[in-house]
């Protein structure tokens, strides 16, 4: 399937499955979110999100952080001199595992979602199920996801948007994953459309956005 040529263009993070990235697509096939993902650049070798790519014709490059893990710098500036060569208007992180020093160029147009309400449960080794396990063994009565722009730190930078879900006491971890995905699926594409119309105004750690989303 080919996506729509919109001139807002968006490079994609991933490490994974890449199931972020194709729900995003899906949006924008649809027409709900008005851009087009440009480049997906992955830092695992195997990843199936280069399938998904692949699938949808989009240009994919590998920075296989095993190579660079010795030296994060030359790791974020290889992955900046590729987005650069795109003329990217948003860098989406979607299950992207690894560290990406953000140059001051892509300050606040650079977003991730964690599946958590930060400031709790995240951080480096929070992701994925090791989230909702902490959740869970920890006993709170209300999880969720949290839409943040990406700083030099794991899950610190300011935060645009989150969206809540109750714990019940029949809960697992997955029926708590499930909960928080069938979040994800709706909140990340809708705060993207929201930035695509400059409705996302951010001063300081402090996030605006402009209409409800």
């Known amino acids: 399937m080919i996506q729509p040529d919109n001139p807002f263009k968006i490079a994609f993070l991933l490490s994974g499955s890449g199931s972020t990235m194709e729900n995003l697509l899906n949006h924008i096939i649809s027409g709900k979110v ?9 830092s695992c070798e195997n ?10 014709d989009i240009p994919y490059k590998i920075v296989p952080f095993k190579t660079y893990k010795s030296d994060l710098i030359a790791y974020s500036n290889k992955i900046s001199a590729i987005i650069d060569s795109y003329n990217i ?12 020093i ?6 606040n147009k650079a977003i991730n979602i964690h599946p958590a309400l930060i400031p709790a449960f995240c951080g480096k080794g929070f992701y994925g199920d090791k989230v909702h396990q902490a ?10 996801c949290t839409v943040h722009f990406v700083d030099q730190n794991y899950d610190t930078g300011p935060i645009i948007t989150q969206e809540s879900v109750i714990i ?19 909140l990340y ?12 105004i951010v001063n300081g750690r ?5 209409k409800e989303i």
């Open 168 to 186: 019940n006491d029949s809960d697992t971890l997955d029926s708590i994953k499930e909960k928080v995905q069938n979040l994800e699926r709706s």
């Open 189 to 200: 594409p809708r705060v993207i459309q929201a930035i695509v119309e400059n409705r996302v």
């Open 89 to 100: 208007n948003l860098i989406v992180f979607g299950g992207f595992m690894s560290q990406y």
């Open 34 to 42: 008005k851009a087009k993902i440009s480049v997906v650049i992955s």
């Open 102 to 107: 953000i140059p001051q160029h892509y300050i």
């Open 135 to 144: 959740v869970l063994d920890y006993g709170v009565k209300i999880t969720g």
């Open 47 to 56: 990843a199936y999100g280069i399938k998904r790519a692949e699938n949808w």
């Open 206 to 210: 402090h996030v605006k956005i402009l």
